[in-house]
């Protein structure tokens, strides 16, 4: 196994929740609870999971966007947690980030050219003369045009915003990126160049992904190693293919299920789940899962599963894995 | 690279039309705002008036004419003449030169002081704000006419030129003026940078600077046009009042303020509207053009206006 | 939130004791003192030193700073030179005729602000717009006493529909209820001028923020949802736009108190504004020291309440 | 006078953009002849011209006078009045052994006769019987007795300084060295008997003007060295005066309800208040009826203005005080006299006069008001504007033109730093008036605008080389302000022949005598220009023609005879 | 087959813009039935989102050509009072942007309760329950909880379900959902099309779904239309196109979506780039991506033609003139 680039050990992100005039702390959003997982040089790991359940929280804790409630995250070494603010920023450009949502993660008054440029400028990676070439070929590689350099943000469709998202974190030849879902908001045609992009890059640079994504066939086809998550932790680890060939967890199961196929005729059965959708603030008891569960009993209201190793680098947190 | 990623890199002419500079496109925007470019001109126009305008009077500033004095505009005195019977056109112009630098460089000194604070403490928060919002605080809470007593004996003490207090008088006009405008960018800085493209300049790791000067106080910029538009007004008014301190201008010297603070009494205000409607015009106008500009400014920085 | 306010709070005490510092070395360094400003022709030298050692003139500065202070901190401003009442007697006497006039006005200054700045916005560059910017820039342009003394022209001596000034009819001898009439009729032209003063600066506010609020997304889904266009303005961006203005309100508290000099001048109103010019001509010490300390808290309690506003009508600011 | 006296002269209704010090101490209170020689036109009483235009609001005032002014300040007590207008209130409240009448000289009110001593320091006051005060107690003359400890107290921080007056044993009192001031002797309740250890020429006056207030209510709590409580009175006065207070709104009314027991009569008005006005609406206020009298600061427009209303009756007299320009005779430049005279010449003040004022001012060449008994013309040089002559003198002390047109001696140019005190309407016209004439004699004007204080500091210094101000006038005119090492001699003035006239002047007890030893004074002073003098300019009080038998002179305020006024029904 | 409920003529929405025009939608027109759901698919950038806000007229600057019929009604010719009417009850957005799309400022539940109290007679306490009743069918866990908390503190995902139930709040004749799913994950996604699938069979509700998932599109439309830079190329019944796709774009679509467990080494990807939008030219704007490309497509635009199944397309290889 090659070496590890990213290992988050215990790591947990709680937000607090306040209330009343004087808002007062009511309680935690468990939105990370407590994961561990690591992540090797050149590997793409992708993380799945129901919407809420602390994906881009855990992306944004491990580049220390946010800062952690507890835990650690060792990036080549290092904790970043325990770094001091310039040192961190120095590390910035080899890890970076592409938002979710591409349009408040652009700033409304600066143009695209100059978003994409400017941290070459800050971190002294380029000289002015040289940096309009660098951003048009870094647009052109996105799919985008060199007369998109002096356009403000709001004047792209969705998917061309992402796109300036990914040239914005591609320009600084990062190590390590935490794709947001990346193209969630593209359509096929420039979701399947990004891809493209992103795994070419991958093999010419030794590049790391953490993708985050709910579209597991982009997932399958970008990563080594999938993680699943539910409720701010992680059920289900495996490699990509013993993943989609031998779920485990009930609610892997019903994600792959889930998947929409592009043939109208084909009508397929989904598993699908009922029951109490948790809150991440008050989380139940025993297996988080178990009230949407088909299998479950009350072993799984009692007990938390143990997350487990069952052979093949597979891991798995349910009573009847 | 295999070959279908050569489409990634288009081969086929995309039309290479020199990108514009963020500056051409800007004076662009800028001069297809009629009303900005009017406002442009009339300040132009303004300037030329007070500081060519007099070359041409055949008038001269210690000019006096007892024998004139309280004429309404005539052929002999356009505008009229005041009560030592001088030239209320002359007198306009003199006092453009003074209240024209006066309200523009003071209230520049107050913005760069103010946004500059203000964009420091809502950024960093924490002490950095906390001292800057107490100072801030202490600069409102301070009364002002004990400040400027004070500053105007020093001055006097110190035998400063009285031609030159000018421009001990925009240092202080902006400098007492700082802390609203900071107040007020702080307050807006503080919302900007909980969005989320400020942590993607964290991500980036882009200087604490950058951040600052480029990505939080551009958006603030509307309302420091407001305020320094509102700001210019003020300080051509307030300065006619440190004329009694000793740290305005000294009469005879003309200012728009004191020309109108001359007429201040129901009888000329009744009788004799030439004594503060040519001055009161040209604040008005001034005021008005500053913020034909502010706004065209504004639409020009403002991404989303399509005009 | 409960500990930044105390955390504020404490904050004021140092922040008090630098203000504290700092206005009586200013009005150390003022050149004269209330015998100089009384200016009498016969004291003699004698009689002017006898005085000053009353009035602890005599004393070195640093000596009378903790006088000051400490009978400051046991609740005693000291009495006033020219009124020869406690300091805070003749606050009491001026200040809420002060307050009554900028309360009404402040009142009645946001009302129209708000509904000019949002229509201005709305139809920015329309007819509307332009005449409202141009009456706003009218009133800044002309100094307060101008606007004073038209409306006095107008409105007391041609029309005769109002009082020159003054806050009550002298002589009148009606019951309370008339007199309050009395009292509201002689405010009607002084809170009319105030207010033209202090609309046009927030006006201008207004209009901006709504500028930039009326084009973000969130104002398309209202309108999507169909919403009046009545409630998509003054519900939706109205409350986005009020957040600047916020800060703005924090400023007007201590404005409150002030009193507003040339409006009292020009209206007879007896506030205390008049009061406090005059104190810092007369080098009346006690009077002006006490009431600086007084705005001064007010300033400092009206910044941490615009912050405390802003903090809890922005959701997404979170105080610390 | 009880203390106080006139100040430096201003405006009398506060200045207009400044908002400068405040107002004349009560303006004088002696002599004066009645003014309006015939046929000037600058001054006298103008009757109104068609009093049927008066409003509606005056005219439905039957029975109450409104005279406007700057607000009085609350403290209506005897011994601490602060402002003119408090004593307008005090004066209206209290009376005195004596009371100013129009031509400025004393006459008994209170007093049923006063007897001076051969040696001129023991005073026998009488006081008349029957007197009451409005709380019904009778007046003694030991109310007088206390209102003596009163002044004398160490803790007294009033204004007036009987101190100066001399009376045995005051400063023993005042020290806590005595229980009681030896000089006065309460003889009976009706007979008062004062010992001084000096006199002088305004001893008499200046002890027949202190204020009866009732012992039992002034002095109830009394202790030597302690006047605190008194500060609870000051809203709440008793006396014996002409009116008694009513009520007192802080800056707007003070309402005065007439004294029906007052031992002159009661008043014929029956309610006055005194309301508050500014300089900005006087007019107004006139004119919408809201106030019956109100002194206007005089130029053409506002006498125009207020005769144009027509049912106003104008009185125009001169103030008492003058406006000049100190130089500093420390300074060498200051210190020829051939150098003062040509600044004097050189300036020409007429017109300065006559742009602010009009005919409401005249030039001034001696420290006096022309209705001052002790005015003289004799033998005093106008320095009529003459800049040729002004060249010569310049040339003779030795101040030639240097290369640039400036005059220069021994290597120095003349320059003169000018200071103004900035709320004076004068300045606008001196400054530029100025800077031209002494331009054309070659020497350079840097005039700079000050704050009042600021140049009062600068003054007693004495780090100034020339200022305006203007200055107030008492009614008597002994003065130290020209006086070698004299009390108010700022300016470093100094002349021998100066002082003794002076001198000689404050000792007789003849006025005849006193004139002609004031006369050489002023001539002296005339000869040196020890200041540059400017104007003296007019006041002006409108009065409603339904008010009669108001008199007001140059010495005596409104509010002395204020009972004998009418409203004309 | 059913009625029609909104008919696009011709309808043209440019923007200016500093560069030039942007010619967003340049003579579309296509037809929306009643009960109906119709998917617009197309390139990132063609002209959905802008063709479904001219329909809302949430456009500033209004569509400078052409006509949106509603129930017969001109849509664009309505005064403002009648379309407010309209919006957010007979016909309700998803927007695209979750984020930004919530008032930062006012309550989830404000928001949600908002269009029920206008449109619907019900009083404050029924329309708080209905939204409740929303925010769980949209599957928001604590639902009480997100009644009372601010957009800021949701997931993005959360948000946009925020955004469908404010859609959904008054059962609309059109629900206009614009790439409503991209923010979730599968699960929740399959939950929104069951229930968006539920409406449509319940109430007879039309939806015009803007997506470039194809898969939802198989999943949901029941006829498909194809934009490209601003213009229509392609519509046809979903099942007729995913078998017979006709126009080279259509095609390449298709084959460039990833299919899971049907592993490639690369996925396909159309060469080339969407034109610049502005001042774009008369021809075919997708000539010079297309293998097939002829010198006619360089010159003319290919009309809309019809085949006899119903199938349209905009290409010059179905065209006699392009055979030619
Ligand atoms: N306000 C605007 N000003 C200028 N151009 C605009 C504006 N809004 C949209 N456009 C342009 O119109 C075209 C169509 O935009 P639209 O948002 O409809 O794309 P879309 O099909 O929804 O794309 P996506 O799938 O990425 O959301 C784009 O080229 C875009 O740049
Ligand atoms: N600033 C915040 N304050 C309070 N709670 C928050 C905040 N940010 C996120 N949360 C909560 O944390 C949980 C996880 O949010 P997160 O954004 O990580 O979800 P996600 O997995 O990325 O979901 P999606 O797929 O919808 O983007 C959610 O329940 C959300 O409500
Ligand atoms: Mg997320
Ligand atoms: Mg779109």
Known sequence: MSQALIEIDGLKKYFPITGGVFQRTVGNVRAVDGVSFTINKGESFGLVGESGCGKSTIGRTILRLLEKTEGKVIFNGTDIHTLSKEKMRALRPKMQIVFQDPFSSLNPRIKVGEAIG?????????????????????????????????????????????????????????????????????????????????????????????FISHDLSVVEHLCNRIGVMYLGSMVEMASKEELFRNPLHPYTKALLSAVPVPDPTLKRDRIVLKGDIPSPANPPSGCKFHTRCPLASDLCKQQVPEYRDVGNNHFVACHYA | MSAEAAPLKTNLPVPKKQPDSPWRIAIRRFSRNRLAVIGLFIIVFMFLLCFIGPFFSPYSLYDYSVLDKNLPPSSKYWLGTDKLGRDILLRMMLAGRISLLVGLVATGISVIIGATLGALAGFYRKWVDTLIMRVADIFMALPTLPILIILGAILSDLKVEPSDRIYFLMLIIGVLGWSSISRLVRGQILGLREQEFMQATEALGLKDRRKIFRHLLPNTVPIIIVSATLGVAGAIIFESALSFLGIGVVPPTPSWGNMISAANNLIDFRKRP???????????????????????????LDPKMKK | MKQYIIRRLLQIIPTLIGISILIFAISAM?????????????????????????????????????????????????????????????????????????????????????????????????????????????????????????????????????????????????????????????????????????????????????????????????????LKERTVIFKHALRNAMLPAITLMGFELPSLFGGAIIMEKIFIWPGIGQVYLESINMRDYPFMLGFTVFISVLTLLGNLLSDVLYGTADPRIRLK | ACGGGGTAEQPPSQGDQTEQTPPAEGDGEETTEPPAESGDESQGYFEAEDPSLNPATALNRKDTLVVGMTAPKGVFNPFYWQTAYDKYVVDAIFDSFFAVQGDGTYQNRLAESVEVSEDKLKYTFKLKPGVTYSDGTPVTVKDYAFAMKVYHDSSYDGQSDLLSVHIKGGKEYNEGKATDISGIKVIDDHTVEIEVTEANAMTKDNLGTVAFAPEAYYGKGYKQGNLEYMKDLHAKPIGSGQYVLKSFSPGQEVVLEANANYFLGAPKIKNVIYKTTTEETRLAMFQSGEIDMDMVTVNEDTVEELKGMGFLDVNIFPTNGYGYVAMNHNDPKFQDVKVRQALMYGLNRAEVVEIIYGPYANVLNIPQ?????????????????????????????????????????DGKKFEIHFSATA??????????????????????????????????????????????????????????????????????FSNADYDAAMKKGLNAFDLEERKAAYAEAYQVLNQNVPDLLIYQRRDMWGINSRINGMDITPYKDFTIDLYKAEIEQ | MAKELVEFRNLKTHFQTSAGTVKAVDDVSFKIREGETLCVVGESGCGKSVTAMSLMRLIDTPPV??????????????????????????????????????????????????????????????????????????????????????????????????????????????????????????????????????????????????????????????????????????????IELFKQPKHPYTKGLLKAKPVINQTQER??????????????????????????????????????????????????????????
Not at chain 1, 140 to 159: M, Q, T, V, W
Not at chain 3, 141 to 160: Q, T, Y
Not at chain 5, 274 to 289: I, Q
């Open chain 4, 423 to 492: 709320d004076n309407p004068v300045i606008d016209a001196l400054i530029p008036v100025m800077t031209q004439n002494y331009q054309e004699l070659g020497i350079k004007l840097t005039a700079e605008t000050l704050d009042f204080n600021a140049i009062m500091d600068k003054k007693d210094k004495g780090e100034f080389e020339m200022f305006f101000a203007a200055w107030g006038l008492t009614p008597d005119p002994d003065s130290t302000v020209y006086i070698t090492d004299g009390q108010q001699n700022d300016i470093g």
């Open chain 2, 274 to 300: 030439w004594l503060w409607i040519p001055p009161g015009m040209c604040i008005l106008v001034t005021v008005v053009a500053i913020n034909l500009i502010g706004d065209g400014l504004r639409d020009a």
């Open chain 1, 118 to 210: 400017e941290a070459l400028i800050d971190h002294g990676l380029v000289n002015r003369k040289e940096l309009k070439d660098r951003v048009i070929e870094t647009l052109e590689i996105c799919g985008l045009a060199a007369y998109h350099y002096d356009r403000y943000p709001h004047e792209f469709s969705g998917g061309q915003r992402q796109r300036i998202g990914i040239a914005r974190a591609l320009i600084l030849n990062p190590d390590f990126i935490v794709a947001d879902e990346p193209v969630s908001a593209l359509d096929v045609s420039i979701q399947a160049q990004i891809i493209n992009l992103l795994s070419d890059l991958q093999r010419e640079k030794q590049l790391t992904y953490l």
């Open chain 3, 30 to 226: 003022v050149p004269g003192d209330y015998i100089t400003a009384v200016n009498n022709p016969t004291m003699t030298a004698e009689k002017a030193a006898q005085l000053r050692e009353i009035y602890g003139l005599d004393k070195p500065p640093v000596e009378r700073y903790l006088t000051w202070v400490g009978n400051m901190l046991k609740g005693n401003l000291g009495d006033s030179l020219v009124h020869k009442q406690p300091v805070t007697t003749v606050m009491g006497n001026y200040v809420w005729n002060s307050f009554f006039i900028a309360i009404f006005s402040l009142i009645l200054s946001w009302i129209i602000a708000i509904f000019a700045g949002v229509f201005s916005a709305k139809f920015q560059y329309s007819l509307f717009d332009k005449i409202v910017t141009l009456l706003i820039f009218l009133c800044m342009s002309l100094p307060s006493f101008f606007i004073g003394l038209l409306l006095i022209k107008i409105f007391a001596l041609d029309l005769g529909w109002f009082p020159v000034g003054s806050m009550k009819t002298s002589g009148m001898n009606g019951n309370t209820w008339e007199q309050l009439i009395d009292i509201a009729w002689h405010m009607f032209l002084p809170v009319t001028v105030l207010t033209m003063l202090s609309t046009g600066s927030l006006t201008r506010y207004f209009r901006t923020s709504m500028l930039e609020v009326i084009r973000q997304d969130y104002i398309r889904t209202a309108r999507a949802k169909g």
């Open chain 4, 369 to 409: 008001s022309s209705v001052s008994w002790a005015y003289t013309d004799e033998g005093i040089e106008p320095y009529e504007f003459d800049i040729e002559k002004a060249k010569q003198l310049l040339d003779e002390a030795g101040w030639v033109a240097g290369a640039d047109g400036t005059r220069e001696k």
């Open chain 5, 65 to 238: 050509g052409g006509e949106i019929l509603y129930e017969g009604k001109d849509l664009l010719k309505m005064s403002k009072r009648e379309m407010s009417l309209i919006r957010g009850n007979d016909i309700a957005m998803i927007f695209q942007e979750p984020m930004t799309s919530l008032n930062p400022v006012l309550t989830i539940g404000e928001q949600i309760v908002e269009p029920i109290l206008l449109h619907q007679l019900v009083n404050r306490k029924e329309a708080k329950k209905r939204a409740i009743e929303l925010i769980n069918l949209v599957g928001i866990p604590r639902a009480e909880k997100i009644f009372d908390s601010y957009p800021h503190e949701l997931s993005g995902g959360m948000r946009q379900r925020i955004m469908i139930a404010i859609a959904l709040s008054c059962n609309p004749k059109l629900l206009i959902a614009d790439e409503p799913t991209t923010a979730l994950d599968v699960t929740i996604q399959a939950q929104i099309l069951d229930l968006m699938r539920d409406i449509k069979d319940k109430l007879n509700t039309s939806i015009m779904l803007i997506t470039h998932d194809l898969g939802v599109v198989a999943e949901m439309a029941d006829y498909v239309v194809v934009m490209y830079a601003g213009k229509v190329i392609e519509e046809a019944p979903v």
């Open chain 5, 267 to 324: 996925l396909y990807s159309i060469p080339g780039q969407v034109p610049n939008p502005v001042d774009l030219g008369d021809n075919c704007h997708f000539h010079d991506r297309c293998e097939f490309c002829m010198q006619i497509c360089k010159e003319k635009t290919p009309p809309l033609g019809t085949d006899p199944n119903g199938h349209k397309v905009a290409c010059w290889l179905y065209e006699e003139e392009g055979k030619a």
